[in-house]
């Protein structure tokens, strides 16, 4: 990773989204959960916007997460090549 240059910001990637349907929890509730506007957190979804710390760890309360599981700097691949990841010569 290249050093960023003042004004310039490097993308944050995060499972927001996964999380909630995974906890079948709203937009709206987990906005009412971390005090945002339910706008923030589709905006947070989208990458249209990224959360300040104090934000991304209430986040990450809520699911009882690390950090590092929500957000990345890295786009996330599929959840279940995390958890069940493939040995070489098993079968698709």
């Known amino acids: 990773m290249s050093p960023v240059r003042r004004g310039e910001t490097l993308p944050i990637f995060n499972r927001i989204a996964?999380?909630?349907?995974?906890?079948?929890?709203?937009?709206?509730?987990?906005?009412?959960?971390?005090n945002v506007n339910v706008q923030t957190i589709?905006?947070?979804?989208?990458?249209?916007?990224?959360p300040s710390l104090d934000?991304?760890?209430?986040?990450?309360?809520?699911?009882?997460?690390p950090i590092e599981v929500v957000?990345?700097?890295k786009e996330f691949g599929p959840l279940s090549a995390e958890l069940?990841?493939?040995t070489k010569g098993e079968m698709p």
Do not use: Q, T
Request: net charge positive; glycine share 4%.
């Open 18 to 34: 996964v999380l909630r349907a995974e906890h079948r929890m709203s937009r709206a509730a987990l906005a009412e959960a971390v």
């Open 55 to 65: 934000l991304a760890m209430r986040i990450c309360d809520v699911f009882a997460l």
């Open 42 to 50: 589709g905006a947070l979804e989208r990458g249209d916007h990224y």
């Open 71 to 73: 957000f990345s700097r």
């Open 84 to 86: 069940y990841p493939r």
